[in-house]
């Protein structure tokens, strides 16, 4: 999951250009960036859209991005999309993981509704996106086995603190939203599900989109949220592995799979012990997703 795309769920044409691009997971919106006069239009014409997705591979996948569990429609939003078997929902405005809890029973009752295997629908979360969030961000920990995913979302919460910007004159984040960051990133590897960074909103500046995105990869974040197919590609290769990542993390478990008694190892002037293979076999993860490599 490096690249996250949100496209409008009722936008024919950004939904076509957007099935096009590479992103490794396509984000149908009916939240924010859908009216609400339009939702349920968007609704049905989601739905449609995703029974006729060509995923390509097995590694591709479609989400659909409901409203808020605490507004009138997200309900139906899980009634409709789920007729069309998305391969997860998003869930946005996330106050605690009673909130995830809550959406993987309405999936429990949507899947067998649907004929669908119990459990199959994946559940990715913003979870930074109201205040109260960032007081109960531990009880995303083992809230469900749905769970693969938490975003941290900057402007929502912007919004909800009052702050009139994200971001200081020099363009790095302020102290509230790095401590939302540092706070998902923490929670994710806790949860042992992917941590995923929040957008970045300047389309033209893809330099900048570059260094926020190789900032997140080199912090631990797995991947990043789009809002428009041109950032897919720059937002791919910042987490996908290196040639020489690949080749070193190589090296470190297979000397550790021929000293499998050893805890520490001396390889290349450098000590390196099991957090070291740990995060060599994260690397190796990455890269056979991405097809880099073979299993």
Not at 51 to 77: C, E, Q, W
Not at 85 to 108: M, N, Q, W, Y
Not at 188 to 210: F, K
Not at 262 to 275: F, I, N, Q
Request: overall charge negative; some cysteine; hydrophobic content about 40%.
């Amino acid at each position: 999951m490096r690249s996250v795309l949100f496209v409008p769920g009722d936008s024919e044409s950004k939904l076509t250009r957007a099935q096009n691009a590479e992103a490794d997971v396509i984000v149908v919106d009916l939240e924010d960036s859908v009216a609400v006069s339009e939702k349920k239009h968007a609704r049905e014409f989601s739905k449609d859209f995703i029974s006729g997705f060509n995923r390509k591979d097995s590694t591709r996948r479609v989400y659909v991005r409901i409203n808020a569990l605490h507004t009138p429609f997200a309900t139906a939003d899980i009634e409709t999309v789920m007729q069309a078997a998305p391969d997860g929902i998003l869930l946005p405005k996330a106050r605690s993981g009673s909130d995830v809890a809550k959406l993987a029973t309405l999936l429990d009752g949507a899947e067998n509704t649907n004929g669908r295997q119990g459990g199959t629908t994946e559940i990715c979360v913003l979870a930074t996106e109201v205040s109260e969030a960032l007081l109960a961000m531990h009880t995303f920990v083992d809230c469900s086995p749905r769970l693969t995913a938490l975003c941290w979302g900057s402007e929502d919460l912007s919004a909800d603190l009052g702050s009139k910007t994200t971001r200081d004159a020099t363009g790095n984040l302020t102290s509230p939203f790095r401590f939302a960051r540092d706070l998902c990133l923490v929670t994710a590897a806790a949860s042992d599900v992917a941590a995923i960074d929040t957008i970045y909103i300047d389309l033209r500046d893809q330099p900048g989109l570059a260094r926020e995105a190789a900032d997140a990869a080199r912090d631990g974040f797995t991947g990043k949220l789009a809002i428009h197919p041109d950032q897919v590609s720059v937002i791919n290769d910042a987490f996908t592995p290196t040639p020489a990542e690949i080749a070193k993390s190589s090296e470190i478990v297979q000397a550790f799979a021929e000293s499998d008694s050893a805890g520490v190892l001396a390889m290349d002037g450098e000590m390196l012990d099991r957090s070291h293979l740990k995060r060599a076999k994260g690397v190796l993860s990455r890269a056979r997703l991405a097809g880099l490599i073979s299993s």
